[in-house]
Nanobody
Framework: QVQLVESGGGSVQAGGSLRLTCEAI????????MAWFREAPGKRREGVAR????????YYADSVKGRFTISQDNAKNTVYLQMNSLKPEDTAMYYC????????????????WGQGTQVTVS
């Protein structure tokens, strides 16, 4: 069982930056993979970035590559999403997710989800 607690969303002007934080509280060890997804009104949930917590291997959606960075602090069981050069189209509810096997960006494969944090870019 993994509980995920997110923070760091907010409102920012285009070109600005935000950092999202996700702390994983796990009762059976560190999740194998953690990821960020987002869901805009009327759109499907899409993968943004993921990190394999053991190797540190990362993967990004093309829409955020070069602007967003996913990182981790294993000592704190925490994953971050640094978002730079934000655009209005980045506006969405952002969710942290975790899984214990595999590491893709397919939301259907993640059993554990945070409550979401809103990011609004104007």
């Amino acid at each position: 069982q993994v509980q995920l607690v997110e923070s760091g969303g907010g409102s920012v002007q285009a070109g600005g930056s935000l950092r999202l934080t996700c702390e994983a509280i796990s009762y059976s060890g560190r999740p194998y993979c953690m990821a960020w997804f987002r869901e805009a009104p009327g759109k499907r949930r899409e993968g943004v970035a993921r990190i394999a917590t053991g190797s540190g291997n990362t993967y990004y959606a093309d829409s955020v590559k070069g602007r967003f960075t996913i990182s981790q602090d294993n000592a704190k069981n925490t994953v971050y999403l640094q978002m730079n050069s934000l655009k209005p189209e980045d506006t969405a509810m952002y969710y942290c997710a975790a899984r214990t096997v595999g590491c893709t960006l397919r939301p259907s494969e993640y059993p554990y989800w945070g409550q979401g944090t809103q990011v609004t870019v104007s």
